[in-house]
């Protein structure tokens, strides 16, 4: 009972499903513990802030069916946030929530302004509009290099409490030193716990229905008596609040931020890639869609390495899998599944349920 | 759109554009030079985002993958122009553009031939679905940029103009490039001949009649599905041409270009309304005078000034200059 309305009552609904959710979820509990090495941690990081990211954009792709190429741009504004205050006002957690609220506030305007103009437009203009504002975005945080850092980016020093070099314990617990990195990555991991059922909880109130309805049919929502236009840039603003937090989590992890690491157009086609390959419309989709793309994008390398010294007599197939084209055989597997499994992993997983 | 109708108002915005950016610039000559840089510029944003807005405007189908044809373009007139070293290093200007014309054939060949392959493997299955054209077209652009990382290599290559094409001719005080006139002759080409064949030849035709009731046409026993093919094969020939002009206006070559000209030609066909070959002209050559006049004037707001116009233009007629109609 208390699982079901800790899950806003939208239970996995496929006992495999289920299953991955609940080894994942252990798995990013335990990780500093299960997966030693810093890669490892590093990598179990990474998923957490895109799981939130991806569920973010989720709240807007898959639930709202807006396309949008500025998903980044909120994220960055997040990263960015943290990043600046923390250079400027020194490392404690008054600039760490200055930081957080400041871009807060921007991704509110922003996102606002962005939503509301767009109504003046029609929808499919809002994928492209979205794409140039975004790409005008990252031109200007390379450009005010005074404040941003410009191209190089910003390096900065967090609170005592959550860097690696504080330890609170002498002796290592179960062979892991218990320092500020185990905290920092405890730091994220109820961050994301919270973010994701905060999202769960959104899309599965009658808010979230009223979403999924002008998905499927605009002009059916308006008619009953929806404002459509109040509802989607409600949708817009929530999701964008949620990329700024991902990209707020990004920043206190690396403690450092630059444009590539959260601003660039790669990483807004790595997001558009899990939200498919994961299943649209369906937090969980996101989750296990980071997963499998954030080990793919660390580990797949390496096994296309092999591949591709095993190939070396063909040049041309070991030209196909150098570990640098793994992004090759990715979106390969995004056609694919746009192809035959429309609904992602998990709406594939639930439909054989279902059976 | 008939003759009698025809909006007129938003060809004034080039010419008021023009006469704003004039006492702004300060002296005549630089004036003309900007201009016809910028008309230049224009022509050749033109040509990139006229396949697009012909495959979105007869087969509404939203391709984000166009960029890669122009890449595509782009890297095969690369090869070309590589394999013919002694026509393109002459100084007379014959040999040069008998050079540049085989490189041109051979790009708009290989992106028609690679639409013919796209079209049929990403394009077919999302017919009528604009949020799933959007997604897998955008699959199809990582595919391609990366399968061109694989072919020519990932770093940037470059794309010298040939020798007779380079340096600038001067009328009176302004200095005018010699590549832009030969880009402003090739735009005025391609415009010529897309409107002549849209508005005056038996498949043209058919093309609007098929847009605009397919069944019927169909019945009449003329086969639309190939007929649309072609459109999607022509407009991915463009992008390869457009490649080619582009390239050479960069003078070298990145395999994610595609990628970067997105952004310009969406702003572009946004602003001409989406389907509208004129109104694409027209967007462009505004683009094209804006980007070189704040280029002037304020060089570091040149990034953000076709933003600012199509934010301008939008909020004047939300559909774009020329909106097609019934969409």
């Known amino acids: ?141 390379s450009q005010l290099s005074d404040f941003t850092g410009g191209e190089d980016g910003l390096t900065f020093k967090l609170p005592e409490l959550i860097s690696p070099s504080f330890e609170f314990a002498e002796e290592p617990f179960l062979g892991v030193s218990l320092d500020g990195r185990l905290l920092c990555y405890y730091l994220l991991f109820v961050a994301a716990v919270v973010l994701v059922l905060a999202m769960l909880r959104i899309v599965n109130s009658p808010f979230g229905r009223v979403l999924q309805a002008i998905r499927e049919n605009e002009f059916r929502a308006e008619a009953i008596g929806y404002r459509v236009v109040v509802y989607r840039t409600t949708a817009a603003v929530l999701s964008a609040l949620f990329a700024t937090l991902g990209g707020a989590m990004l920043a206190i992890w690396l403690r450092y931020n630059g444009p590539d690491t959260s601003l660039s157009f790669e990483i807004m086609i790595d997001v558009l890639l899990i939200v498919v390959i994961g299943g649209m ?73 279902a059976k | 759109m008939t003759k009698i109708d025809f909006d007129w108002k938003p060809l004034l915005l080039a010419p008021i554009l023009a006469l704003v950016a004039l006492p702004l610039t300060g002296s005549f000559s630089t004036w003309l030079t900007l201009t016809v840089a910028g008309l230049a510029m224009g022509m050749i944003i033109f040509i990139i985002a006229s396949g697009l807005t012909l495959v979105f405007g007869l087969m509404d189908v939203l391709n984000f993958g166009h960029g890669v044809f122009i890449a595509l373009g782009a890297f095969v007139a690369s090869s070309v122009l590589g394999l013919m070293g002694d026509w393109t290093g002459s100084g007379e200007l014959w040999r040069n553009l008998v050079a540049v014309f085989p490189a041109m054939l051979a790009a708009m060949a290989v992106a028609g031939a690679i639409g013919l392959a796209f079209e049929r493997f990403i394009v077919r299955p999302v ?68 409107a002549w064949t849209l508005g005056r030849t038996k498949i043209g035709l058919l093309i609007r009649a098929g847009v605009q009731d397919r069944e019927m046409v169909e019945s009449l026993g003329y086969r639309i599905g190939r007929l649309f093919v072609g459109v999607f094969v022509v407009g991915s020939a463009l992008a390869g041409l457009g490649g080619v002009m582009w390239g050479l206006f960069q003078q070298n070559l990145v395999p994610q270009m595609g990628a970067q000209v997105n952004v310009l030609i969406f702003i572009v066909i946004i602003i001409g309304g989406l389907g509208s070959t004129g109104g694409a002209l027209l967007g462009a050559v505004l683009v094209g005078l804006m980007t070189n006049y704040i280029g002037f004037l304020l060089p570091t707001l040149t990034q953000f000034a076709s933003i600012f116009l199509m934010v301008a233009v939008l909020l004047w007629r939300p559909q774009g200059v020329y909106p097609v109609a019934n969409r």
């Open chain 2, 127 to 194: 017919y009528g679905q604009h949020l799933k054209q959007i997604l897998i077209t955008m699959g199809g652009m990582i595919i391609g940029e990366e399968l061109i990382k694989v072919i020519w290599g990932p770093a940037q290559i470059p794309l010298p103009l040939p020798e007779a094409l380079r340096g600038s001719l001067l009328i009176g005080d302004a200095a005018i490039s010699k590549y832009r006139l030969l880009a402003v002759a090739v735009g005025v080409v391609v415009f010529g001949v897309l």
């Open chain 1, 1 to 141: 009972m208390f699982l079901k309305r800790l899950l806003s009552n939208d239970m996995p609904r496929s006992r495999l499903l289920a299953l991955l959710l609940v080894a994942l979820f252990l798995a990013l509990a335990f990780a500093p513990f299960l997966f030693p090495g810093v890669k490892a941690l590093s990598v179990a990081a990474k998923i957490l802030v895109f799981v939130v990211l991806v569920a973010s954009f989720d709240l807007l792709l898959g639930y709202t069916g807006i396309v949008s190429f500025a998903h980044t741009m909120f994220f960055g504004i997040g990263a960015y946030g943290i990043a600046i205050s923390a250079s400027r006002l020194g490392p404690n957690w008054g600039a760490v929530l200055v930081g957080l609220g400041a871009s807060l506030a921007i991704s509110l305007v922003l996102s606002l302004a962005i939503g509301l103009f767009s109504l003046r437009v029609r929808a499919i203009f809002f994928a492209m509009i979205t794409l140039a504002v975004a790409s005008a975005f990252q031109t200007l945080a």
């Open chain 1, 281 to 353: 419309g369906t937090i969980y989709g996101a989750a296990i869609g980071a997963v499998l793309f954030v080990v793919a994008q660390s580990y797949l390398q390496d096994l296309l390495r092999m591949g591709s010294e095993a190939a070396s007599g063909l040049p041309w197939l070991a030209a196909l899998l150098s570990p640098d084209r793994w992004l090759l055989w990715l979106g390969v597997l995004f056609v694919l599944s746009v192809y035959y499994f429309p609904t992602g992993i998990v709406g594939k997983l639930r439909a054989r349920a």
